[in-house]
Each structure stands twice: as C-alpha cells, then as structure tokens.
C-alpha cells in the first residue's frame, strides 16, 4: 500500500502568551491534574497555567515531584496516584519526562490494562483522559509524538510504548515558558531535536508529510539554536526552537527516529546520561555511517539550509555532516563516554543492549550490524 498518514495534536497554539489558551480550553472540565517537576514550579512557572485553570472554575491536582527520566516502576506509581484523583483532563508543564508520564496517564485510567502490559503491547492503549501539554523545553518534541519513554532497570535500557492514542489533545508552545532555561539544558534538548529531523528526514520510513516537517525543524535549528543558546534572554530565538521541536515531534509520529536514538538508548538506560546528550554523542558518527546510503537526502537539507550550487552532492552531504559536528561542539555538550563512566571493557554491553533497539534500528537507512555497532562505540570510548 503507497500511502502515508499523519497524525498530529488536534489543536496547537503558539507564540508568546499562548499559556493563556489553557483557560479556554479548560472550560467545561471539572478536574485536572497538572504534572510538573519540582524546578518548574520553583521557577513560578506555573503561575499562568494555574490561573487559568482556577479562572476556568477547574479544581486543580497539582503533581510538582515527577521524576527525570522515569523508570516504569516511577511511572506505574505516578499512574495509581492519578487514578485516584479521577480527573477529567490533564495538564503537562515540563520537558519530556513530564509529558511522558502524563501521556501514560491519559491512557491508563483503566482496569484493562497497566503500563506493564503496554511495554508488551502497546497497541493496548485507548485515551480516556484528554491531555494538554505545554514544553518548558525546546527539544523531546514529546508533545507531537505517541511515544512515551520509561527506563526498565533489568533490562538497563529505555524503551518506548509506542501508540497514536497518547498523541496530545492540545499544544500550546509558549517561549515564555523557556525564559529561565538553562544554557546546558537549551543545548542538550536542541540537538535532540536535531538528531530528531536528521533521522527522521534519513529514515526508510520517512514520507512526504515526515519530510515537510523534518526539514522544516531543521532549517529552524540552523538559524536559531546557537542564539537561543548563547542568548538566554533571546525569546525569539526559543520560540522558533520549540517550533523547531514540535516540527521533529511530528516527523517523529510519520518516519520514526533511527539508529542515532537506538545506539544512545543504553547509555542513558545503563549510565543515566541525559537523553539529548545520548543523542549528541552517536549524532555525527552514525550519520557518517550511514552517509553512503543517503547522501542525496543529505545533500537535499544542505540545498534547504544553505543552497551552494558550486558543490556536488557528495560535497553537500559532507557540509550537512560537518555542520552537525560544529553545531554540538559550538554549543559545548561532551561527547566523551569516559567522562560518564563508561569503561572500554562495557564495549560488548552497549552493543548488546543498542542492538536491542531493533524497532528504530529497522528505520535506518543503512543495515547496523554488531560489527558496526562495536565500532560506533569503540570511536567514542578509545579516542
């Protein structure tokens, strides 16, 4: 069958002060639950959302202590306590954790099935509560994608329940919501939504709709990740960047992310490295990998970002190559393992556990075998 679809929030909304919107679309809506994290609601960040809910005439949970990058156990717990709340509508103010975590709740409010069950069979899922969410960073793209991403400590890897029920209801992408974001954290969740455009734009499930917006969100990121980096103040620059990662969330739910995701996912299962910098570390090398197998589709973002009709597509897909290396040089994220503790003799681990990812490795342009894998990390651990 050659057809494609795409599946996406029902409704956004965005520009500064759009975390106003939560009023409007709370009318008529009893009960809501707001997840957060303890650092957004001790940055007052808050403070419009819960006005307007409380305007609205909406009894609010406020659930401030999620934690970063939930195992499944944090998560299942964070799911019984909602449960008990019983609240017809849920609100997201965080990064990708929280929105995770509430994406989950918005379809476990239910007796078939736990979060247990969806790692097997996420396909289980049906949305019972519709869920609003509002990123507090400019990267994870969870607020466009049906994915949720929880740690299974047996395993030491991260895994994805995968379902288009947990897309969001809503959207709001608000840069004032980003003004107290820290540059570390700026940098990290920009390349993840870089990593996430790239793989997408290069992945063998990649459509015309995932094209659209992957190159989109790429040509956002080249012009404003390092203002929004370097100039914290700069709104503009952080409201193009959430655009830029809601773009990556849609191509995400179209094409799937690749093998960057799949090989980074042990080393933040297994090390707790921040899913961005993950993402960073394996960016450039698997992308030079796979450049024999899409140096077309390279050589088409280069055409998009900075049109150099002097150069071949060889020479074009190199610029968009070394361009990726600049970006997370310019914006200081280690790419050192052994800065994290990984020792060369985990080698044969992280190739176990990253050829595990079969569900992203199966959308990479070209094949990664164990061989590849050893090498890929080797490259990281031995320079």
Same mark, same amino acid.
């Given at each position: 069958?050659n057809?494609?679809?795409? =599946?996406?929030?029902a409704?956004?909304?965005?520009?500064q002060?759009?975390?106003?919107?939560?009023?409007?679309?709370?009318?008529?809506? +009893?009960?809501?639950?707001?997840?957060?994290?303890?650092?957004?609601?001790?940055?007052?960040?808050?403070? =419009?959302?819960?006005?307007?809910?409380?305007r609205?005439?909406?009894? *609010?949970?406020?659930?401030?202590?999620?934690?970063?990058?939930?195992?499944?156990?944090? %998560?299942?717990?964070?799911?019984? $306590?909602?449960?008990?709340?019983?609240?017809?509508?849920? !609100?997201?103010?965080?990064?990708?954790?929280?929105?995770?975590?509430? =994406?989950?709740?918005?379809?476990?409010?239910?007796?078939?099935?736990?979060?247990?069950?969806?790692?097997?069979?996420?396909?289980?899922? $049906? +949305?019972t509560?519709?869920?609003?969410?509002?990123?507090?960073?400019?990267?994870?793209?969870?607020e %466009?994608?049906?994915?949720?991403?929880?740690? *299974?400590?047996?395993?030491?890897? =991260?895994?994805?329940?995968?379902?288009?029920?947990?897309?969001?209801?809503? *959207?709001?992408?608000?840069a004032?919501?980003?003004?107290?974001?820290?540059?570390?954290? #700026?940098?990290?969740?920009?390349?993840?939504?870089l990593?996430?455009?790239?793989?997408?734009?290069?992945?063998n499930?990649?459509?015309?709709?995932?094209?659209?917006?992957?190159?989109?969100?790429?040509?956002?990121?080249?012009?404003?990740l390092?203002?929004?980096y370097?100039?914290?103040?700069?709104? %503009?620059? +952080?409201?193009?960047?959430?655009?830029?990662?809601?773009?990556?969330?849609?191509?995400i739910?179209?094409?799937?992310?690749?093998?960057?995701?799949?090989?980074a996912?042990?080393?933040?299962?297994k090390?707790?490295?921040a899913?961005?910098?993950?993402?960073?570390?394996?960016?450039?090398?698997?992308? $030079?990998?796979?450049?024999?197998?899409?140096?077309?589709?390279?050589?088409?973002? #280069?055409?998009?970002l900075?049109?150099?009709?002097g150069?071949?597509?060889?020479?074009?897909?190199?610029?968009?190559?070394?361009?990726?290396?600049?970006?997370?040089?310019? !914006?200081?994220?280690?790419?050192?393992?052994k800065?994290?503790?990984? $020792?060369?003799?985990?080698?044969?681990t992280?190739v176990?556990?990253?050829?595990? #990812?079969?569900?992203?490795?199966?959308?990479? #342009?070209?094949?990664?075998t164990?061989?590849?894998?050893r090498?890929?990390?080797?490259?990281?651990?031995?320079?």
């Amino acid at each position: 069958m050659n057809y494609h679809a795409l =599946k996406m929030p029902a409704q956004v909304y965005g520009g500064q002060g759009a975390a106003a919107a939560v009023g409007e679309i709370a009318q008529g809506h +009893k009960k809501a639950v707001l997840f957060t994290d303890r650092g957004i609601s001790a940055n007052g960040l808050l403070q =419009k959302p819960l006005k307007q809910l409380k305007r609205a005439g909406v009894e *609010v949970a406020l659930f401030d202590d999620l934690p970063t990058e939930p195992s499944v156990y944090q %998560a299942d717990e964070v799911i019984r $306590r909602f449960r008990a709340e019983r609240p017809d509508l849920i !609100v997201a103010v965080g990064g990708g954790s929280v929105m995770d975590v509430a =994406k989950l709740c918005s379809v476990l409010d239910t007796d078939e099935y736990t979060v247990f069950d969806l790692l097997e069979s996420p396909g289980a899922a $049906r +949305k019972t509560v519709p869920a609003v969410m509002l990123p507090t960073t400019a990267g994870t793209g969870s607020e %466009a994608t049906p994915n949720s991403i929880v740690l *299974v400590p047996e395993k030491e890897l =991260k895994i994805g329940i995968v379902n288009p029920q947990m897309i969001a209801d809503y *959207v709001i992408l608000d840069a004032e919501l980003l003004s107290k974001l820290p540059p570390k954290v #700026c940098a990290a969740t920009g390349v993840d939504a870089l990593a996430h455009a790239i793989e997408c734009y290069t992945s063998n499930k990649a459509t015309p709709f995932s094209d659209l917006y992957a190159l989109g969100a790429l040509k956002l990121i080249y012009e404003n990740l390092e203002n929004a980096y370097s100039q914290p103040e700069n709104l %503009a620059a +952080k409201q193009n960047m959430l655009l830029a990662a809601f773009y990556g969330g849609v191509s995400i739910a179209a094409a799937g992310t690749t093998a960057v995701h799949a090989l980074a996912y042990p080393l933040g299962g297994k090390y707790h490295i921040a899913h961005g910098v993950s993402n960073a570390m394996m960016l450039t090398s698997v992308m $030079r990998f796979n450049k024999p197998y899409c140096t077309d589709r390279l050589a088409k973002v #280069c055409d998009a970002l900075v049109p150099q009709p002097g150069l071949d597509k060889n020479a074009k897909a190199d610029w968009v190559l070394d361009w990726l290396d600049r970006i997370v040089q310019q !914006v200081h994220i280690p790419t050192d393992l052994k800065e994290f503790g990984v $020792r060369p003799e985990d080698l044969e681990t992280l190739v176990t556990l990253g050829m595990d #990812c079969k569900r992203l490795l199966n959308n990479n #342009c070209r094949v990664v075998t164990e061989a590849d894998a050893r090498k890929l990390y080797a490259d990281l651990l031995l320079n």
